[in-house]
């Protein structure tokens, strides 16, 4: 089997996932670019793949604020042009799109499954609920293997330093090692259903390989607070956190040396949140055989080792 991935031309390359996980020489990158109807048409012409997986987008909510009609582009517009390409010079591709627990947004029923409702709560909900429909849309309208993966978050030691959870252990662990003082977060109260990418990348495959296209949730079923996430990675690092106080002025403190580590910055808060995220993933169990295997105290000791022993190596933290 040949893998190739689509890069979008930087002036530094970042491949270090692919250097981590040892497969950068058996991926075949190609210059591609969401963006560009062009690049994208000739791309699917050209190699007619047996599978596409559309893993790309602007995937940081909060920037979605600032940068709205670039997300819409990438996210919503992009899948589009996949599609289109799809469609017209290689409709036996199967294809996968990468949508997002983020659709249901301000949650309309407790437990989200492939039958809630949707309502967004960033430019990128907003634009990911394009991206699904649109792949619904094609499988219904032009009969092509196409799959809406609606995933809660997935995370690993390979999780880029913006999103919350890798954050927490790369500046719990500088911490740890003298290196930093202050862990600043936002929203401690947001819950969500953190799971390994590593299970939900099985799922992705799973979808592909079915008799046709559908739309499946995948989530552990567990919802966790970041401030519980902060707590359980402290303990991987051998602290021993409480937290008092209240919003803004809530802190987290080390009872040890009695140090404040964490502090809540309201540079971190979102003009409108998502609060609470629990995913039902049982059409994925029942037709897929799939589960998220992997507990939350798994991934946080995972990510908390990793983490460790990264900045203990004197690594930079990617
Ligand atoms: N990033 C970040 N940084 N989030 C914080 C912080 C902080 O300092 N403090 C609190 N949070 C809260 C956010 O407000 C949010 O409620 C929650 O932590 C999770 O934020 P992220 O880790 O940025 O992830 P996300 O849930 O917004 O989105 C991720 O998961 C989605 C579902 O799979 C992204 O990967 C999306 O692309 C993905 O679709």
Not at 60 to 77: E, R
């Amino acid at each position: 089997m040949e893998v190739l991935g689509g890069m979008r031309r930087t002036s530094t390359p970042n491949l270090w996932r692919l250097e981590h996980l040892n497969i950068a020489d058996r991926v075949k990158l190609i210059p591609f670019d969401l963006l560009e109807d062009a690049n994208v048409t000739d791309v699917v012409r050209s190699y007619k793949f047996d599978r596409i997986y559309n893993l790309g987008a602007q995937s940081f909510v909060a920037a979605s604020f600032k940068q709205p009609v670039l997300t819409t582009q990438i996210d919503a517009l992009g899948v589009l042009r996949l599609l289109e390409a799809i469609r017209h010079y290689s409709p036996e591709t199967r294809f996968y799109q990468a949508s997002t627990s983020e659709m249901f947004g301000k949650i309309v029923e407790p437990i989200q499954s492939e039958r809630t409702p949707f309502y967004p709560r960033s430019p990128y909900g907003v634009a990911k609920l394009y991206g699904h429909w649109i792949t619904v849309n094609y499988r219904e309208a032009y009969g092509l293997h196409a799959s809406s993966g609606i995933l809660f978050n997935h995370e690993s030691p390979l999780r880029g330093l913006e999103f919350v959870t890798r954050k927490i252990t790369a500046h719990l662990a500088q911490i740890r090692h003298g290196l930093r003082d202050i862990l600043r977060l936002g929203n401690l109260d947001a819950k969500r259903d953190w799971g390994h990418a590593r299970d939900y990348v099985r799922g992705m495959a799973l979808m592909t390989e079915q008799v046709k296209g559908d739309d499946y949730v995948l989530a552990t079923g567990v919802t966790t607070t970041v401030r519980d996430f902060v707590r359980l990675a402290g303990e991987a690092m051998g602290f021993d956190l409480y937290f008092e106080g209240e919003g803004a002025s809530e802190v987290g403190v080390e009872k040890r040396s009695g140090k404040r580590i964490v502090v809540v910055d309201r540079e971190y808060f979102r003009p409108s949140e998502v609060e609470i995220l629990i995913g039902d993933a049982s059409k994925a169990q029942k037709n897929l055989g799939w589960t998220a295997s992997t507990p939350i105290a798994s991934l946080i000791n995972e990510m908390a080792s990793s983490d460790m022993d990264r900045v203990a190596k004197g690594y930079p933290l990617l």
